[in-house]
């Protein structure tokens, strides 16, 4: 199987900070990568899909890029409702696999 | 609006078994693969299983040989059978659309179930 390792695995800004998340995969997955924010009681939320295509709805400051086996999420200017957990998620194949996910906190 | 709804978990005893189910609305059902993810209490997301529109399943090393996935495209409905649960099966787990172009998958996910938390305890 694929595996995603995410770094880091917890991270702490402030709001209007810039931050990025890399997603580094065991393999070439050309650009078969998925972005998702889960905060607790909540379904996941799909952010960016195809490496770097935003879902509808979702705002600018997140965007993502990478193609290949390194790949980012960046949140361009934190917002107080972006501190969440965050995980990518490989369909090159199956088995589909998520990285270990990221914990956003507040400083 | 497209959405999905999941059943009720439950409780159950290690060794025993629960169906869940997710019923899908606002799209065409039979056009998408469709999948299980679960998280574990602390834990992150773990992909469980899908099922391509036209039938072929996929499963996870974890649950392979003790849970199978089904679909019924006339009623919309997504289904999970779980049996010889174990204990570290206690999870809450989500249904999802798989977005991919076609209805082979694999894609990503949107939207998805509410979740529904089967605990698995003596």
């Known amino acids: 199987a694929i595996q995603l390792t995410q770094s880091p695995s917890s991270l702490s800004a402030s709001v209007r900070d810039r931050v990025t998340i890399t997603c580094r995969a065991s393999q070439n997955i050309f650009s078969a990568l998925a972005w998702y924010q889960l905060k607790p009681g909540n379904a996941p939320k799909l952010l960016i899909f195809d490496a770097s295509t935003l879902q509808r709805g979702v705002p600018s400051r997140f965007s993502g890029s990478g193609s290949g086996t390194d790949f980012t999420l960046t949140i361009s200017s934190l917002q107080p409702e972006d501190f969440a957990t965050y995980y990518c998620q490989q369909f090159n194949s199956y088995p589909q696999t998520f990285g270990q996910g990221t914990r956003l906190e507040i400083k | 609006e497209v959405q999905l709804v999941e059943s009720r978990g439950g409780l159950v005893q290690p060794g025993g078994s629960l169906r869940l189910s997710c019923e899908a609305s606002?799209?065409?059902?039979?056009?998408?693969?469709m999948t299980w993810v679960r998280q574990a209490p602390g834990k992150g997301l773990e992909w469980v299983s899908a099922?391509?529109?036209?039938?072929?399943?996929y499963y996870a090393d974890s649950v392979q040989g003790r849970f199978t996935v089904s679909r019924d495209n006339f009623r919309n409905t997504l289904y999970l059978q779980m049996d010889s649960l174990r204990v570290g099966d206690t999870a809450v787990y989500y249904c999802?659309?798989?977005?991919?172009?076609?209805?082979?998958?694999?894609?990503?996910?949107?939207?998805w179930g509410q979740g529904a938390l089967v605990t698995v305890s003596s």
């Open positions: 606002g799209f065409t059902f039979r056009d998408h693969a």
């Open positions: 999802a659309r798989d977005c991919y172009y076609d209805s082979s998958g694999p894609g990503w996910f949107d939207p």
């Open positions: 099922i391509s529109g036209g039938g072929t399943t």
